[in-house]
T-cell receptor
Framework: DGGITQSPKYLFRKEGQNVTLSCEQN?????MYWYRQDPGQGLRLIYY???????QKGDIAEGYSVSREKKESFPLTVTSAQKNPTAFYLC????????????FGQGTRLTVV | DAKTTQPNSMESNEEEPVHLPCNHS???????IHWYRQLPSQGPEYVIH?????VNNRMASLAIAEDRKSSTLILHRATLRDAAVYYC????WGSGGGADGLTFGKGTHLIIQP
């Protein structure tokens, strides 16, 4: 089945460690996105990529890094520079074009202790 | 992207229609109106989108005001599985091409009573 997969669903890390969240899609979508969601809040855009080997900062990129070496994959690294990394992270993909629908993964809940 | 305003929460009874309002008074002529919903602990899912005319699909209907400054998402017969946060979002197809991400507000928390 076509879709977008995030792994793992739950992730625990110690403070000061970098951690990488996986996002894979087999929808042949050009655009991919990473969002962060805090309890009771909407989604905030971290990074997005419109094409392989290119990505742009979103509203809250500080403390995060991404890569887009393959069309299917858009991993997000939460670095030790991120002050409040505990959150629900969502990856999405879409065809190019601002009027198309986006497909979301099931999310990764990261807890830093 | 232009801003939208939605009520924080709404409550409805099961098997009754639900009308979720969204105000977007600063909408531009090239903005599409999108609706997504998010069930607890899941990623958002697309519901429907439109530009000027009313739209129907298997999930819902979208009624767009003639001046496009407001819209209403209609769930014709709510079930308990429709309990979710519903987001109304504007997407500008004239923004120069390329997808720069959806801007999500806090949405409307829809509560369905059995």
């Amino acid at each position: 089945d076509g879709g977008i997969t995030q792994s793992p669903k739950y992730l625990f890390r110690k403070e000061g460690q970098n951690v990488t969240l996986s996002c894979e899609q087999n929808l042949n979508h050009d655009a991919m996105y990473w969002y962060r969601q805090d309890p009771g809040q909407g989604l905030r855009l971290i990074y997005y990529s419109q094409i392989v080997n290119d990505f742009q900062k979103g509203d809250i990129a500080e403390g995060y890094s991404v890569s887009r070496e393959k069309k299917e994959s858009f991993p997000l690294t939460v670095t030790s520079a991120q002050k409040n990394p505990t959150a629900f992270y969502l990856c999405a993909s879409s065809m190019a074009g601002d009027y198309t629908e986006a497909f979301f993964g099931q999310g990764t809940r990261l807890t830093v202790v | 992207d232009a801003k939208t305003t939605q009520p924080n929460s709404m409550e409805s009874n099961e098997e009754e229609p639900v009308h979720l309002p969204c105000n977007h008074s600063t909408i531009s002529g090239t903005d599409y109106i999108h609706w997504y919903r998010q069930l607890p602990s899941q990623g958002p899912e697309y519901v429907i989108h439109g530009l000027t005319s009313n739209v129907n699909n298997r999930m819902a209907s979208l009624a767009i005001a003639e001046d496009r400054k407001s819209s209403t998402l209609i769930l014709h017969r709510a079930t308990l599985r429709d309990a979710a946060v519903y987001y109304c979002i504007l997407r500008d197809w004239g923004s120069g091409g390329g997808a720069d991400g959806l801007t999500f507000g806090k949405g409307t928390h829809l509560i369905i009573q059995p």
